[in-house]
């Protein structure tokens, strides 16, 4: 069974900072693995995509990274702002089972201007 | 524009009832997904639909049903028999399986 786990659960960091969020997950049986952000009582944004044979993506000031043999991957976000304040979920996608997206709780990250 | 749409943002619901939660997409995507979300906890698959008139039971199905009648809809129905309703609920799609999901705003559902 895939189980996804995020450290920190939050992170308070102050605005300029660069900062890195973690996701592992168990099982490296995976399709791909897809960052998100989520705002207070909002869906979810698909921030980045990466495929099981890619080993980063890269979307302005945030870079996410996949070691899947590890079982891990890492967002990092340049230059914190304060409208970066949300939560970031990670989430994979299994090749088995019902293919569907296992998600970790999150990590709540708070940029203070 | 594009993109998914769910509604309503609010719904509250008496004991015994059942309510319809709507999905609808016009990215002409083949998977549809619907999740739940409780605080603190990760999202939880109900069910999901890989294309038209055919859906799979997903981790948390019992008390919830489904049908996928038209590629663009993906209806969530939350039956008397689902004893603790209230959390937020999220749809989502995607082209295939294994390429990027994309969300709707949610519908947040109270029993009251």
């Known amino acids: 069974k895939q189980e996804v786990t995020q450290i920190p659960a939050a992170l308070s960091v102050p605005e300029g900072e660069n900062l890195v969020l973690n996701c592992s997950f168990t099982?490296?049986?995976?399709?791909?693995l897809q960052w998100f952000r989520q705002d207070p009582g909002k869906g979810l944004t698909s921030l980045l995509l990466?495929?099981?044979?890619?080993r980063e993506q890269t979307s302005g000031r945030l870079n996410a990274s996949l070691d899947k043999s590890s079982g891990r991957s890492t967002l990092y976000i340049a230059a914190s702002q304060p409208g970066d304040s949300a939560t970031y979920l990670c989430?994979?996608?299994?090749?088995?089972?019902?293919?569907?997206?296992?998600f970790g709780a999150g990590t709540r990250l708070t940029v203070k201007p | 524009d594009g993109g998914i749409t769910q509604s309503p943002k609010y719904l509250f619901r008496k004991e015994g009832q059942n309510v319809t939660l709507s999905c609808e997409q016009n990215l002409n995507h083949d998977a549809m997904y619907w999740y739940r979300q409780d605080p603190g906890q990760g999202l939880r698959l109900i069910y999901y639909?890989?294309?038209?008139?055919?859906?799979q039971k997903g981790d948390i199905a019992e008390g919830y049903s489904v049908s996928r009648e038209k590629k663009e809809s993906f209806p969530l129905t939350v039956t008397s028999a689902q004893k603790n309703p209230t959390a937020f609920y999220l749809c989502?799609?995607?082209?295939?399986?294994?390429?990027?999901?994309?969300f709707g705003q949610g519908t947040r559902l109270t029993v009251v």
């Open positions: 989502a799609s995607s082209q295939t399986v294994n390429t990027e999901a994309f």
């Open positions: 099982d490296s049986a995976i399709y791909n």
């Open positions: 990466i495929q099981s044979s890619q």
């Open positions: 989430a994979v996608k299994r090749l088995s089972g019902n293919n569907d997206m296992r």
């Open positions: 639909s890989q294309i038209v008139n055919d859906f």
